[in-house]
């Protein structure tokens, strides 16, 4: 285990917000965790989990230990005649092991190709994307419990995966996830009812085309945070109780919307922020993505600072006009290394 002082963390989260981490340490095995933890107490540091940095808002300085996952590995466990079983290491690459999955036919996760981070962080707000949720698949989540100071393992049932929401959302500072254990399909279940999804893959109903048309709709719309540092949809779809949302459509008949099994309704946050004249339009170097108004982008060198001054004028208009408030997704972090509230 090598640990650093002063680490800078811009190439380390997908926003390249300037971070200076106070201490640094890269994990690649699961008893690093337990030394790790162990120097942070001494210390007196809090510990901040840090991934692939896809879906976090880091402060200028960070005093405190920031844990990197980096633990590998992809292990069959077991296999029937209808799934298998595979246990994998936090720090894989997300989207190299969904290709992987595809190539040795295993089937579900196609959905959810080229979605930034790493396997790790996949349960954590229960990654989802074109009709998928990554916890469909997931059956365990193995992991340190720094209440109980042990390992261990949790269900998937009580993991209690919903809308980008976990048992780890619920518990910010608890568990640090060691590896992700998976039961994915034997043959495809190809889901296409979501969006131009079925259009695009035509007559070809392979796993592998499904995955491909992912691919390119994701690229077509979406920024690469290589080019517009990003972290993705910035905030959730507001879900509204149904008297709600009827009060709203008597105004704006378009909204487009997803009933839900509770009889409640999600909203397109993208659409609000478009209608609220967010879409395409900047706050100084950060603004929201011109070809997709529910990405927030760091045009030039933004801070955190600059980045809550745009998201909460985008919160402000879109609740004046809508009387909706939205709430942002990414994981807001304070100096001390702990995950805040958002304000706004
Ligand atoms: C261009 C782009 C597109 C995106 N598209 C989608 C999408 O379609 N669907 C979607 O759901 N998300 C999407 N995201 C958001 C993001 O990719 C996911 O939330 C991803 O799972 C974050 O992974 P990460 O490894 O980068 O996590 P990080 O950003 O490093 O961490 C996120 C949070 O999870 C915690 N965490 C991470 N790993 C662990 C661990 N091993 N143990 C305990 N806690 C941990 C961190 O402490 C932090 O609080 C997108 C992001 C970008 C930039």
């Given at each position: 285990m090598q640990l650093k002082a002063q680490v800078q963390l811009k190439n380390l989260n997908t926003l390249n917000l300037n971070a200076i981490a106070s201490h640094y340490v890269q994990i690649n095995h699961p008893d690093e965790v337990i030394a790790a933890l162990a120097f942070a107490e001494q210390q007196h540091l809090n510990v901040l989990v840090l991934s692939g940095g896809s879906n976090v808002l880091l402060p200028q300085q960070v005093q405190a230990l920031v844990m990197?996952?980096?633990?590998q590995g992809i292990e069959v466990l077991s296999e029937d005649e209808n799934t298998i079983t595979v246990k994998v290491g936090a720090g894989q690459v997300w989207h190299d092991f969904v290709l992987y999955s595809t190539q040795q036919q295993w089937f579900?996760?196609?959905?959810?190709a080229l979605i930034p981070g790493l396997v790790g962080a996949s349960p954590v707000q229960n990654i989802g994307a074109y009709g998928v949720e990554a916890g469909e698949f997931i059956e365990s989540v193995q992991v340190y419990d720094r209440e109980l100071k042990q390992f261990d393992s949790i269900s998937a049932q009580d993991c209690h995966f919903a809308y980008r929401h976990s048992i780890f959302k619920?518990?910010?500072n608890r568990y640090i996830i060691v590896s992700v254990t998976f039961k994915l399909l034997k043959q495809a279940e190809l889901k296409l009812n979501y969006g131009d999804l079925k259009q695009a893959v035509g007559d070809t109903l392979t796993a592998e085309n499904l995955q491909n048309q992912v691919i390119q709709i994701r690229q077509s719309k979406l920024p690469d945070p290589k080019e517009f540092p990003n972290v993705g949809s910035f905030?959730?779809?507001?879900?509204?109780?149904?008297v709600e949302f009827d009060k709203i459509t008597q105004q704006f008949p378009n909204i487009p919307h997803y009933p839900q099994a509770n009889s409640s309704v999600k909203v397109a946050a993208g659409w609000l922020i478009d209608q609220a004249g967010w879409k395409g339009k900047q706050l100084g170097s950060v603004g929201m993505f011109h070809k997709q108004a529910l990405v927030l982008v760091n045009y030039a060198e933004a801070t955190l600072a600059d980045v809550q001054n745009t998201y909460q004028a985008v919160q402000s208009d879109v609740k004046q006009k809508f009387s909706i408030l939205l709430e942002p997704e990414p994981v807001l972090y304070s100096e001390q290394g702990l995950i805040q509230a958002h304000s706004g």
């Open positions: 990197h996952l980096n633990i579900g996760l196609q959905n959810l619920d518990h910010p905030f959730k779809n507001p879900i509204l109780a149904q």
